[in-house]
C-alpha cells in the first residue's frame, strides 16, 4: 500500500465550526489531491496540489481551502462547515502527470 | 455536467460468470483511463488503465476494452469470484491538466457463490 495516512479517520462537528483534515504521505510524491465521495456521484475533486505552496481548484471548491507547507502534508479546511459537506473525504498522491493516484483510506466527516 | 457515465449501477453475477461494467465520457481530451476497485470502509484501489492508443488491456482476469471514436471503455471480470464483491469505479484523466481524474459514479458489483 502507499504511504498514505489520513487523519481523523472519523469525525462529527456542527454546523458553522471550523475543520481540518490531515493527509501524510511517506512517498515523496510531488502531487496530492482531495476527493469528497458521495452516493451516486463517484468521487470529485475538491483541490489539488502539484508542489509546496502550489495549489488549484477542482471541480467542487466552493467552502472549502487546502494548504501545503512541506510536501508531505496537504491540508483540507472547511472554514465553517455545512451538514452538505457531509461526505467521506479522501486524499491521493501521484508521482506526476500521467502517473497512477493512489488513494488513502479516507475520513468519514459528519456535520450536524 | 458528469463527463464520464458509468452503467450499469449494479451487478449481480454468479461464481464463474462475467461482469461487463461500460463507461462513456465525453472530453476528447482525456488521455488516461483507469479503473478502481474499493472495498467498505477503505479507498480506492487501482485495478488496471489504459490509454487511448490501445484497443485493449489484459492483467489477470481484468481487461479494459477501449473505443476512441465512440467514446466508450468498458472493464471485463472473467472467472468472477466472490472475493471481486466490491465497487468498481472508472475514470479519465488529461496529463497536462494535472491529472486530475473525473469519476463514474461507480457500479456495485455482488459475485453470488
Known amino acids: 500500500d502507499a504511504g498514505i495516512t489520513q487523519s481523523p479517520r472519523h469525525k462529527v462537528t456542527e454546523t458553522g465550526t471550523p475543520v481540518t483534515l490531515r493527509c501524510h504521505q511517506t512517498?515523496?510524491?510531488?502531487?496530492m489531491y482531495w476527493y469528497r465521495q458521495d452516493p451516486g456521484h463517484g468521487l470529485r475533486l475538491i483541490h489539488y496540489?502539484?508542489?509546496?505552496?502550489?495549489?488549484d481548484k477542482g471541480e467542487v471548491s466552493d467552502g472549502y481551502s487546502v494548504s501545503r507547507s512541506k510536501t508531505e502534508d496537504f491540508l483540507l479546511t472547511l472554514e465553517s462547515a455545512t451538514s452538505s459537506q457531509t461526505s467521506v473525504y479522501f486524499c491521493?498522491?501521484?508521482?506526476?502527470?500521467?502517473?497512477?493516484?493512489?488513494f488513502g483510506d479516507g475520513t468519514r466527516l459528519s456535520i450536524l | 455536467q458528469q463527463q464520464v457515465k458509468q452503467s450499469p449501477q449494479s451487478l449481480i453475477v454468479q461464481k464463474g460468470g462475467i461482469s461487463i461494467i461500460n463507461c462513456a465520457y465525453e472530453?476528447?481530451?482525456?488521455?488516461?483511463f483507469p479503473w478502481y476497485q474499493q472495498f467498505p470502509g477503505k479507498g480506492p484501489a487501482l485495478l488496471i488503465a489504459?490509454?487511448?492508443?490501445?484497443s485493449e488491456k489484459k492483467e489477470g482476469r481484468f481487461t479494459i476494452s477501449f473505443n476512441k471514436s465512440a467514446k466508450q471503455f468498458s472493464l471485463h471480470i472473467m472467472d468472477s469470484q466472490p472475493g471481486d464483491s466490491a465497487t468498481y469505479f472508472c475514470?479519465?484523466?488529461?496529463?497536462?491538466?494535472?491529472?486530475?481524474?473525473?469519476f463514474g459514479g461507480g457500479t456495485r458489483v455482488l459475485v453470488k457463490p
Open positions: 475514470a479519465a484523466s488529461m496529463r497536462a491538466a494535472g491529472n486530475k481524474l473525473t
Open positions: 491521493a498522491i501521484s508521482e506526476g502527470p500521467g502517473s497512477a493516484q493512489h
Open positions: 489504459i490509454r487511448p492508443d490501445v
Open positions: 496540489s502539484y508542489g509546496v505552496k502550489d495549489t
Open positions: 472530453n476528447t481530451a482525456f488521455d488516461y
Open positions: 512517498e515523496n510524491h510531488r502531487y
